[in-house]
């Protein structure tokens, strides 16, 4: 069984450049999840869709921050311009429903923003 | 506003012996919880949850305790095996956003042999 597949796995990059993240969820899930990971503030949701939907992007840090789900199997979070702020692990996240079902997380992109 | 605390950072357990990571919470209209597990340079893996009407949810050597009237609840590792090394994350789901799940910071646990 695949599980959530993210890409890259680390990104290294200069500042002011554009990054983009990729996440292809759990075949059949219809949630999917972007979460940043820091060490300050730990585990915080950017953005959740549900059937390709964007449904809560209060999380979003700021217009730098973009996320797109075109299709069922594919989504990207794009940061441009990007800022050593921005430095963190990004995880994608998805699930089969809206309550109950746990959310499978992907390994994750370790993203260093010089 | 942190609605699921996890005040301990870190945990360290003798092999064998049983581990107890705990969690807060301010919300009393969660309905349910769920604690995961990560390992470095992976994502969170769904580990054991427990439903709102409950006070104790068992599977294995894992066993999350409910404590509504304190909106406390702990997850005993017994007994503690060297493998069990990992940060640990409460997390509740969102009552704002259907489907979200609002995490605690996370409590590193280390098993010594």
């Known amino acids: 069984d695949a599980g959530v597949i993210q890409s890259p796995r680390h990104e290294v990059t200069e500042m002011g450049q554009e990054v983009t993240l990729r996440c292809k969820p759990i075949?059949?899930?219809?949630?999917l999840f972007w979460y940043r990971q820091t060490m300050m503030r730990g585990l915080e949701l950017l953005i959740y869709f549900n059937n390709n939907v964007p449904i809560d992007d209060s999380g979003m840090p700021e217009d730098r921050f973009s996320a797109k789900m075109p299709n069922a199997s594919f989504s990207t979070l794009k940061i441009q311009p990007s800022e050593p702020r921005d430095s963190a692990v990004y995880f994608c996240?998805?699930?089969?429903?809206?309550?109950?079902?746990?959310?499978?997380f992907g390994d994750g992109t370790r993203l260093s923003i010089l | 506003d942190q609605q699921v605390k996890q005040n301990s950072p870190s945990l360290s357990v003798q092999e064998g012996r049983i581990s107890i990571l705990n969690c807060d919470y301010t919300?009393?209209?969660?309905?349910?919880f769920l604690w995961y597990k990560k390992y470095p340079a992976e994502g969170p893996t769904f580990l054991i949850s427990?439903?709102?009407?409950?006070d104790k949810n068992e599977d294995g050597r894992f066993t999350v305790f409910l404590n509504k009237s304190a909106k406390h609840l702990s997850l005993h590792i017994v007994p503690s095996q060297p493998g069990d090394s990992a940060v640990y994350f409460c997390?509740?789901?969102?009552?704002?956003?259907?489907?979200?799940?609002?995490f605690g910071k996370g409590t590193k646990l280390s098993v010594k042999p």
């Open positions: 997390a509740a789901p969102s009552p704002r956003s259907q489907g979200n799940l609002i």
């Open positions: 996240a998805s699930s089969s429903g809206t309550q109950g079902p746990p959310q499978h």
């Open positions: 427990i439903s709102s009407i409950k």
């Open positions: 075949s059949g899930h219809n949630s």
């Open positions: 919300n009393s209209m969660f309905d349910y």
